[in-house]
Nanobody, 125 residues
């Protein structure tokens, strides 16, 4: 079992930055690929970014490439999402997630086993 707790959400103006953090507890953290998804009202939950257990492989949604950076610190059991040049369309609840399926960094919700409670990110225009 892995428990995930997100922090760092908030309200920011367009063009600004936020850093989301996710603290993990439970089993050996580097045995899990981790990722961030987001869900806006009326929309399905969508993949944002993912990182392999070792941190050596990352994947991003096209909509955030060049603006968001995912990283992890296995010594501290944390994964972070640095979000720069935020846009109003980035407004959503952001969820941290972990997957025991380590072959690749998956982009579908069904490939992830554990989820945090989510943190709200609101970008004003």
């Amino acid at each position: 079992q892995v428990q995930l707790v997100e922090s760092g959400g908030g309200l920011v103006q367009a063009g600004g930055s936020l850093r989301l953090s996710c603290a993990a507890s439970g089993r050996t953290f580097n045995n899990y690929n981790t990722g961030w998804f987001r869900q806006a009202p009326g929309n399905e939950r969508e993949f944002v970014a993912g990182v392999s257990g070792s941190g050596g492989s990352t994947k991003y949604a096209d909509s955030v490439k060049g603006r968001f950076t995912i990283s992890r610190d296995n010594a501290k059991n944390t994964v972070s999402l640095q979000m720069n040049n935020l846009k109003p369309e980035d407004t959503a609840v952001y969820y941290c997630t972990a997957s025991a399926r380590r072959a690749i960094v998956f982009i579908t919700t069904g490939s992830y086993d554990y989820w945090g409670q989510g943190t709200q990110v609101t970008v004003s225009s």
